[in-house]
């Protein structure tokens, strides 16, 4: 049975229809599927690496939920391979991500700790991720927001980066959609078992196992992560330890009902605990460091695809359930509970030269805790042509109906166009321009509607955000070489934002904020075995009051070597991260700084891998946002056996 790439963002449509509550001991899952992967005797089929494919031939559904290459599409995508993830080794996927252009993060104090990824400056929570279709949000948090606080790398085949407001299927309040794509089960049985140990008592183990015939496919994982981690805030003066313990299990099914019709069902569970600093005692209200929070995050969905020559339908139902409890001095302070239901459709029809898309999706959230709940509705359709194999155009439209703010309609056009030069070389013009909207979430207007809001945010009716964004660039690609430049502009109207310095609530800017700059990406195979990867970003952002904007770097640079050894057993990676000019609440400048990082991978033979990592390798001090510390130097080692 063929794999069908339609559905959603990041390869084949995943499912899920509701969450449930695990009676199982994770601990004993995380055991069993290592005793597994370890025990049983089956014939696999051994993965042979293969030469990174041309950027150009490159396959991405993000941009409109349904395969396209790279080639042929105009917006700015960034596609993260399994090699790719392997060669950085982080645990965290945010960490991941930071190497790409654009892709800026702020973290609070270490892994676990509340982290913000922006993409071209944009707030996190207008940033769309999807996990194998599954969207993962906070509907409890202020805005909604990505949860990347609790997002791990493993079991992690692909992530795909949509950059700018341009995720017209997926929410008119998309600033940028992050796809990530899980391990898929191969033909016939296969598994594998991971261990880790590293610096601050760090210890992850992680198992899989799974099995695919023509019938379908089952993919289960499971892995678990503690640390003890070091002191998140500096004006903690007494240094404890701020450590984070995370467990996850992921499960991955499909049904071939005929050769046309799939059922997909994904489901997703994440326990948490974090310590953190700055909480207020539960008696005296003095500010604290003894704080904790526990979290559980399930999420599931149901999907049926059914395909037909040129034309497709996938029809699918999630479902998010979060809970979060909150300690200061091990009492508890209070909690939040959330849901998001979401159901949607896309179809599509293609006539080679001409493409249709079209879908709809419904979707509620409720703040249960707080009783707060809001449903909204929308439809879309997006016409796709081509010229002579090198003139490609997009138009899209979407409408969306919100129960409280009414209904919006938001646009995409896009172009570009190739010229084939000599020797396999490629020169690519491109351009886009989107809009959208994003109304007020339940959390920013109860919280002014309530009793710590007062002065200009008491009683304040926040109104709808709009959003716009344009971009230009072109590419040069060969077999060994890419090369890209892009200049873009977006621009918030109505900005929400809250209050830091007099904390009175959430206000809403009178006018516009900005973020526009460039974009320069550069990678080529410097000999067979040699390959570099670098990207710079200049992003000049504003408020109304020409302020930069909250821990937006105004340039960061990346840089990656990439080294093969003894006929490609032996990898090893260099990364160089590099930030000027970032500045917090109140205009407060950081100091610039750059981390480098290495990392090595030994396939010793076909059951057997080492890798060992070191994180700051030069030791450096830095903050990412103002009062928060950062890890020092670190050092993990891991061994990984396969089946």
């Not at 646009?411 to 570009?416: D, E, F, G, L, P």
């Amino acid at each position: 049975m063929p794999v069908v790439y339609i559905v959603h963002s990041g390869g084949v449509h995943q499912s899920g229809l509701f969450t449930m509550k695990p009676t199982f001991s994770r601990n004993a899952l995380c055991c069993a599927l290592l005793f597994c992967s370890n025990t049983i005797n089956a014939q696999t089929i051994a993965h042979t690496p293969q030469d990174e494919p041309n950027e150009l031939e490159t396959i991405t559904v993000v941009s409109s939920k349904i395969a396209t290459p790279l080639r042929e599409i105009a917006t700015s995508v960034t596609v993260i391979s399994k090699e790719d993830i392997e060669a950085r080794a982080n645990t965290s996927l945010s960490e991941i991500m930071r190497h790409e252009v654009s892709v800026g993060v702020s973290n609070s104090g270490g892994i676990g700790k509340n982290t913000t990824l922006r993409i071209r400056g944009e707030d996190g929570f207008r940033t769309k991720v999807f996990m194998d279709g599954i969207e993962l949000s906070d509907p409890t948090a202020p805005q909604a927001t990505p949860i990347f606080d609790d997002i791990l790398s493993n079991f992690v085949e692909r992530i795909e980066i949509l950059r700018g407001p341009q995720g017209l299927m997926y929410g008119a309040d998309a600033g940028g959609v992050v796809s990530i794509t899980t391990e898929q089960a191969s033909l016939g049985l296969h598994g594998s078992a991971k261990a880790e140990l590293g610096s601050d008592s760090t210890q992850l183990i992680n198992g899989e196992l799974g099995f695919a015939n023509d019938t379908g496919h089952i993919y289960l994982a499971a892995s678990d992560f503690s640390t003890d981690g070091f002191n998140a805030q500096t004006s903690d003066t007494s240094n404890e330890k701020d450590g984070y313990e995370n467990t996850t299990i992921h499960l991955n099914a499909g049904l071939n009902l005929s050769q046309d019709l799939q059922l997909n069902f994904v489901l997703r569970d994440v326990t948490s605990d974090n310590d953190y600093d700055g909480c207020y005692d539960n008696i005296t209200y003095a500010l604290i460091n003894q704080c904790r929070t526990e979290g559980e995050n399930q999420t599931a969905r149901l999907s049926v695809h059914y395909q037909q020559k040129e034309m497709g339908h996938t029809l699918g139902l999630a479902k998010t359930d979060i809970e979060r409890d909150f300690f200061s001095n091990e009492q508890f302070s209070y909690g939040s509970k959330g849901e998001i239901t979401k159901v949607d459709y896309t179809g599509f029809y293609d006539l080679k030269r001409h493409k249709l898309i079209w879908g709809a999706d419904n979707e509620s959230q409720k703040i249960t805790s707080s009783k707060l709940e809001r449903e909204q509705t929308g439809v879309y359709v997006e016409y796709q042509t081509s010229l002579q194999d090198s003139l490609y155009f997009t138009a899209g439209m979407r409408y969306d109906d919100n129960d409280t703010f009414g209904t919006h309609t938001s646009y995409r056009v896009s172009a570009a166009y190739l010229i084939p030069l000599a020797k396999q070389n490629t020169l690519k013009f491109k351009s886009t321009y989107g809009t959208g909207f994003r109304a007020p979430s339940l959390y920013e207007q109860d919280y002014n509607n309530g009793d710590y809001a007062y002065g200009d945010a008491a009683g304040l009716q926040l109104k709808e955000e709009t959003s716009k964004g344009f971009d230009f660039g072109l590419e040069f690609n060969n077999p060994n070489q890419h090369a890209s430049l892009v200049f873009f502009k977006q621009t918030i109207a109505d900005e929400i934002y809250f209050d830091n310095i007099a904390y009175q609530g959430y206000l809403q800017n009178a006018s516009s904020s900005e973020s526009q700059g460039a974009e320069l990406e550069f990678s080529q195979d410097l000999t067979k075995q040699l390959r570099l990867r670098a990207n710079y970003t200049y992003n000049e952002t504003h408020t109304t009051d020409e302020q930069p904007r909250l821990r937006r770097p105004k340039q960061q640079a990346n840089i990656g070597l990439q080294q093969s050894w003894l006929a490609q057993s032996l990898q090893t990676n260099l990364f160089v991260n590099h930030v000027r000019e970032l500045f917090d609440i109140g205009g407060q400048p950081l100091d610039n700084y750059s981390v480098v990082s290495v990392s090595a991978n030994y396939q010793l033979n076909q059951a057997l891998k080492f890798n060992v990592k070191i994180d700051n390798l030069l030791d450096r001090e830095y903050q990412e946002v103002a009062g928060y510390n950062t890890s020092g130097l670190a050092v993990y080692i891991g061994i990984q056996a396969s089946l």
